[in-house]
Structure formats: structure tokens, C-alpha cells
């Protein structure tokens, strides 16, 4: 389940950032010295001739600008994590572990200020990124548990002679990240790539470059040596030197579907191995004889985390017809109830979206909804909120839509915010073709209390992550991942160490050799 955030930590965190000046309210972060990080310092990057701005999704404030990171900068990276993997590749499993947990532990001791930043630059609520930071020291833990389990295998052959498995770390592996959950996805990455024995060179994305800085001081923190995570900040001409740098062993990248076909084509030209997790257009199935209030927490849980920003919601909601009139007044009437606003303050359960051409965009679909026949029985518009310095915040009211159609563009595309399709259904043969009836395949979801029933739908369901009985709950000992245009490789769970490490097999021969020549 979701790790349950404390509500009684208050703020308590200008101290901790030195980068920055700040306060526990919304409209107040600058950002003031460099995000890329190299050799365990933060640096500007050597060849940094294009900058951006970082907006504050909250208040549509600028709140500064970074550099780009160009091919030198990428290859000084590098160099400094290949320093760096040859040093933390011979430590055990059980060293490694060691600074993986203490790595944790401080990641927890700055719970509220990581949380509070991951607010502050992505826009989801406080209590949300509290969830984040959590799942994200549990993902340094867990992996530090695995670290010292790494083993191979003994096999007997004829004769006395016999074989066995190494399993050895990659390399330099490079990590690209989505904006939805920044911290979180770095920790993901990271955690099983380092209790491997292998360095990482991260990319955030540029809406979302300052928290896995933090991260990345952490980690020198808690001990790994200089270099071993390394962070480059930039776009796509940055992914692509990072991509096709002779010396990068793997990728693994976050994002749409379009990026993750780019960066398989260039990390193919050097046969490296990527690990894709893209988008998501995910079906949540609901039968006549769910418990109603559950099917319908798990379809706000399915639609409306992070503003809706979450590449495995379950956007398309399947209603069995005796059910849709009660379930659409319930999901309604609660959706109704959710609190926009300052991401900072504790009662608020959603936040700006990302940024001022996604939430257009975002609205763009809900017009072509409506055009095309659907009908909004909800939210879907604009919204500001009462306090002055949030006037000009990405903010729009979570939106469901009923009336829809397999065919309508709100249903087959992946549309990334708050926006809810009900699509009514009869039988069950008749659902599963339709919820399979998409290119994507990253999650699916069924409530129903005949469990026959759920177990066969889900084993029907052609994607790579199912919840029965509830949606969107992610403990890191789970593999994540899809199935079709949703990616290929797992996160999470002990399937991501195989992705971030590679098996060697060593013959010994115990007798005299023989030979046919």
C-alpha cells in the first residue's frame, strides 16, 4: 500500500538547502547556485551555452535558470562515474548496502524538505510528496537488502570438472527521468543500479531539475565515492550525448512513448540495453457486484494522483450498465469535493499541473471531447483560486467525462491529467476486448467480489502491472513495467537488479584437455 504520510511534521527546512533561499510558503524559492553535479560537488557545466527557466507550477513564477550540459560536460560525467564505478564495483554487496541504507536514513531525516521542494518545482501537494519521499528511502532499503544476496550459480559437469555464474555489474548506466515524480523516479533508478556495483549519470527532466540534486548530495553523504552519481541537466541534444556515448553501458529512461522510440534508436547504434517505461492509456474495470465505494476511491485513486500526471492511471473507467447511474452520481459528487490549491498547505489534494502548454493542452482534449459527443459532467475548466499570488498558477478542475466512446480521442490517447472517461460495458468477454483494444499495455485494473472473475480478467488483461480491488498503489518490492507500446524491462522489485547487471558463465576444466586435431 501507499506509505501513509504523517501529518504532523511541520515545515522545518530553510536551513537545509544551500542552494537556495526559501520559507515554508508557496511563492517564495530562488534558485541560486548550480543543479549539475559532478565528482560529489555541484558545478556549472563546462560547456553551458543554452539556459532555462524553472517555473513554479503554483504561481507560474519563474524562480530562475539553469544550464544545459552539452557533449563535454556529458563526457567529463562520464569519466568521473567510470573513475568512480571502479572503486564502488569492488566493494561487496554487503559494503554497498551499508551506504544504501545510510543513504535512506538520510532521506528520511529530510523528509519535509525533500517533500517541500518536490512541491515547490513539480506542484503536486504536500501530502502527495510526502508519499514520494517515503516510497523512495524504501527504495534504498530494499535494494540495500538485496545488495549482499547477489549470487551466482554452481553447476556440476562430467568428470569433476564443473562451472558457474557470475553476475557482475554494467558499467556507467544512465538514468533519464519524467517531471511527475522526480525524486521518486530517481531513487527507482538509482537504488538497483548502485546495490549492482554500477555508477549512474541522471538526467532529470528540465521542467523538474532540482530535487534529485539533493539526491545526489545524499549520496555523497552517505558515503559512495566521488562520481558515482553524477547529474547532467538538459534536453534532448543532452539525452542524445548520453545516449551515444561510447562509454555508457545502459539506459534506462521515464517518459512518452515518442522519446523512449528515440532513445532505443540511438542506444541501439551502440547495442546498449534500455529499459522503457512510457505512457499508458490503462483500463479500470468495474462489476455490478463491487463494493461501490470502493470502485469508486479506486477510480479517483486510478484518475487523480498528482493532478493527473501518472503514466499507469486507469483513465479509461469500464462500468458494467447496471451500476453506471449510481457509480457516475458517487464519482461525480466526491471529484466535486477535491481541494485545489496551494500545493503547501495540508488540506489541499491537488496542486497546478505541470506547466502553462500542458494544462492547455490537457483543456485542448477536453474541447475535442466534447465535440466529439462526450458530455462533462464535471470540472474541465479553469480554475483560480481565491489567494492573489496564485493567480497565475496552472490549475484546472479535475474533470470527468461520461457519454464516451471507444473511438473518441479522450479515450485512445494518453491525455496526462485529471480527466476521467466512464465508458459503460455489459459482459465481461465484451470489456476485455475492449480494454485490450489499445497500443499501450502498462497497467489495468478490475473491482469485483467474485474473485474467479478477478483472477481471470487480469490474466487476460494485456498489461504489465493489474491491481484487483484497488489501483495505484506501488510498494518497491513489486516489478513495474508494460507490456506492448508501454516499454519493455521492470522497475521495482528483485527483476530490476537483472536489468542493471550482466551474467558471465566461467567453464573450469578439472582434467587433461582433449583434443579432435
Known amino acids: 500500500m501507499l506509505p501513509r504520510p504523517s501529518l504532523s511534521l511541520l515545515p522545518r527546512f530553510c536551513s537545509f538547502l544551500p542552494f537556495a533561499t526559501m520559507s515554508s510558503k508557496t ?23 543554452h539556459s532555462e527557466e524553472v517555473y513554479e507550477p503554483a504561481t507560474g513564477r519563474v524562480m530562475g535558470k539553469f544550464l ?13 562515474a567510470k573513475a568512480a564505478f571502479k572503486i564502488w564495483s569492488q566493494k561487496s554487496g554487503m559494503e554497498r548496502s551499508r551506504v544504501l541504507l545510510e543513504a535512506a536514513r538520510i532521506i528520511r531525516e529530510r523528509r519535509e524538505e525533500i517533500a517541500t521542494m518536490e512541491t515547490i518545482n513539480n506542484g503536486k501537494s504536500i501530502f502527495e510528496a510526502r508519499v514520494d519521499v517515503d516510497i523512495s528511502w524504501q527504495c534504498l532499503e530494499y535494494y540495500a537488502g538485496l545488495a549482499g544476496a547477489i549470487a ?15 553476475r557482475e555489474a554494467l558499467g556507467v548506466c544512465v538514468g533519464i527521468g519524467a517531471w511527475n515524480y522526480p525524486f521518486q523516479i530517481a531513487c527507482w533508478k ?3 543500479a548502485l546495490a549492482c556495483g554500477n555508477a549512474m549519470i541522471y538526467k532529470p527532466s528540465p521542467l523538474t531539475p532540482i530535487s534529485v540534486v539533493m539526491l545526489a548530495e545524499i549520496f555523497t553523504q552517505a558515503g559512495v565515492p566521488n562520481g558515482l552519481f553524477n547529474v547532467v541537466q538538459g534536453g534532448a541534444a543532452t539525452g542524445q550525448f548520453l545516449c551515444q556515448h561510447r562509454d555508457v553501458a545502459k539506459v534506462s529512461f521515464t517518459g512518452s512513448v515518442p522519446t523512449g522510440i528515440k532513445i532505443m534508436e540511438m542506444s541501439a547504434k551502440g547495442i546498449k540495453p534500455v529499459t522503457l517505461e512510457l505512457g499508458g492509456k490503462s483500463p479500470l474495470i468495474i462489476f455490478s457486484d463491487s463494493i461501490l465505494e470502493n470502485a469508486v476511491n479506486g477510480a479517483l485513486m486510478a ?3 498528482t493532478q493527473g500526471e501518472v503514466c499507469c492511471n486507469g483513465t479509461r473507467v469500464f462500468v458494467q450498465r447496471e451500476i453506471l447511474e449510481a457509480f457516475t452520481e458517487e464519482v461525480v459528487k466526491r471529484t466535486q469535493k477535491i481541494k485545489i490549491g496551494d500545493p503547501l498547505l495540508e488540506d489541499t489534494r491537488m496542486g497546478g499541473l505541470i506547466s502553462r502548454p500542458h494544462l492547455e493542452r490537457v483543456l485542448g482534449f477536453i474541447t475535442q471531447a466534447k465535440e466529439q459527443g462526450a458530455k462533462v459532467l464535471c470540472g474541465g475548466d479553469l480554475y483560480v483560486p481565491d489567494d492573489p499570488k496564485l493567480k497565475n498558477g496552472y490549475y484546472m478542475r479535475p474533470c470527468v467525462l461520461g457519454d464516451c466512446r471507444d473511438d473518441m480521442t479522450c479515450v485512445k490517447e494518453e491525455i496526462f491529467g485529471p480527466v476521467m472517461s466512464i465508458l459503460p460495458f455489459d459482459t465481461e468477454e465484451e470489456v476485455l476486448e475492449r480494454a485490450n483494444n489499445t497500443t499501450f499495455g502498462l497497467a489495468g485494473g478490475v473491482f469485483t467480489r467474485d474473485i474467479q472473475r478477478a483472477h481471470r480478467v487480469v490474466a487476460a ?22 507490456y506492448k507500446m508501454s516499454g519493455f524491462g521492470r522497475e521495482n522489485g528483485r527483476a530490476a537488479m537483472e536489468y542493471y547487471s550482466q551474467l558471465k558463465t566461467v567453464c573450469v576444466e ?8
Open 27 to 49: 511563492n517564495t524559492f530562488h534558485l541560486q547556485q548550480p543543479l549539475n553535479y559532478r565528482a560529489g560537488a555541484r558545478i556549472q557545466p563546462v560547456d553551458g551555452s
Open 68 to 80: 544545459f550540459s552539452g557533449e563535454k560536460e556529458v563526457d567529463l560525467a562520464v569519466q568521473s
Open 152 to 166: 551466482g550459480q554452481h553447476i556440476q559437469l562430467p568428470g569433476g570438472s564443473f562451472a558457474y555464474t557470475r
Open 190 to 192: 538509482s537504488a538497483p
Open 303 to 305: 484518475n487523480f494522483l
Open 461 to 482: 488483461l494485456q498489461a504489465g502491472m493489474c491491481f484487483i480491488n484497488n489501483y495505484n498503489i506501488s510498494p518497491v518490492e513489486l516489478p513495474f513495467g508494460g
Open 510 to 517: 578439472m582434467g587433461d584437455v582433449e583434443s579432435v586435431f
